[in-house]
Every structure is written in structure tokens, then in C-alpha cells.
């Protein structure tokens, strides 16, 4: 079922960009690549930025598709497994309307810098969790991480890049995001028939430090005008 779900979202988007650069009254595909190569001529940092992207989210949707099996591994069940899902739904929305309220306190690029950190710190917290009831401890991280996140990228790509480059900045975001979900199933499926849920928790650490340092960098980079 993973494996299946990874190529149908692989076609799904493969599908969503053939279909955008061949609808009648579109740009030609040769200026949408120049301009595609120009954006990342004016912007290097954001292809680092966007690998980041990808990282994080292969991280977080590892352990959101297999939350189930990494509840069962930990020795729960379908209740805690929908506790701890829950939990992150709502514990989402005070960090996504009260984001404004944090843009007063620290810069959106500083809250940028932070976010990755705690999806490093609940992939971990999940790892060393002795049964289900710490995981949803750990999944107290959540918003933190995933809620952040989400409104502080689009945020800063907003305030970072050049205003004629926003939506394609935002779009881009997107995509890269698509590309870390469509390989956590194409990787975690596999991982799971081979070894354990404890694999797919690795997986999720090591693939959320590695965004982490991603994202330092790019930002760093960005702050630094490279």
C-alpha cells in the first residue's frame, strides 16, 4: 500500500506539471525554464532551503503515514493511535492564528530557525519513547515544529525574496514539501517490510537533522546576502 500511494502521488504531481505547461494561453516551456533558472540564478540560497524543505517533511510524513504501526510498536493501539493524531490537530492552531502575536516577539526568520529543531526533537522524543503513552508526550512538539514551520516558510519566502518572485517562491515550497511526502512513502514502505517501526523512527531523526542543518545554512546564507 505505500509503495502504491508513493507512485500514484509521483504520477499525481508528475501529472499536475505536465497538465500546467500544456494548458492553452500558458507561457511556452522554454520561458517558464528560463525563468525557473533565473529564479535560481537570483536566489541560490533557496535551493538549499527548498533540499531542507524536502528533508523536513520526508521526516515528518514517516511519521505520520506510519503512525499506526509505530503506535503497535510501542504497544498501543487504534485509541492511542488517534489520541496522539489528535492531539496534533489540535494543538496546531494557537501557533497558526498566533502567529502574528510571535512575529512581535522575534523576526520570522528567527522562528524559521527554530522550527526545524522540534522536528528533530519529537522524531526523537518518539524513538526513545519506552511505550505509546510517551508518544504522546513527545507529540506535544508538534506545533512547534510542523504548525511553525508551515506559516513561517510561507511567511518568509514572502518577506525574502523579490516581490515578482513570491508566488513562484510559495509554489515552489509546495512542491518541495510534495516531493518529501511522496518519498516518506516510498522509503518507509520498504523500511517497514524489511526491519521495524524502530527503523522508520531512525529514519525520521535522521532525515529531520539533517533539515535542520539544511536550514540553518540557507538561512544563514540568505542573512548573509550569498
Known sequence: IPLVSGVFGAGLLLFTTLFARLTPGKEPMEEK?????????ETPWFILFLAGCVCLFLSHQTLGNYMYQITVYKGGG???????????????????????LLLKKRPCG????????????????????????WLLAAQLLHPMGFALYTVASVAFAAEALPARHA?????YLFAASSVGSILSLLLGGPLLDRFSAQSL??????????????????????EAGK
Request: glycine letters at 10%.
Open 78 to 100: 487504534k485509541a492511542e493511535q488517534g489520541m496522539i493524531q489528535s492531539l496534533a490537530a489540535i494543538l496546531e492552531l494557537p501557533v497558526m492564528f498566533g502567529f502574528g
Open 201 to 222: 523512527l531512525l529514519t525520521a531523526v535522521l532525515f529531520g537533522a539533517v533539515g535542520y542543518v539544511i536550514f540553518q545554512w540557507s538561512i544563514g546564507k540568505k
Open 110 to 133: 528567527w522562528w524559521l530557525r527554530l522550527s526545524p529543531l522540534f522536528f528533530v526533537l519529537r522524531s526523537l522524543g518518539m524513538l526513545l519513547a519506552p511505550n505509546a503513552h
Open 167 to 171: 508566488l513562484q517562491g510559495q509554489s
Open 33 to 41: 525554464a528560463e525563468k525557473s533558472l533565473g529564479f535560481f540564478q
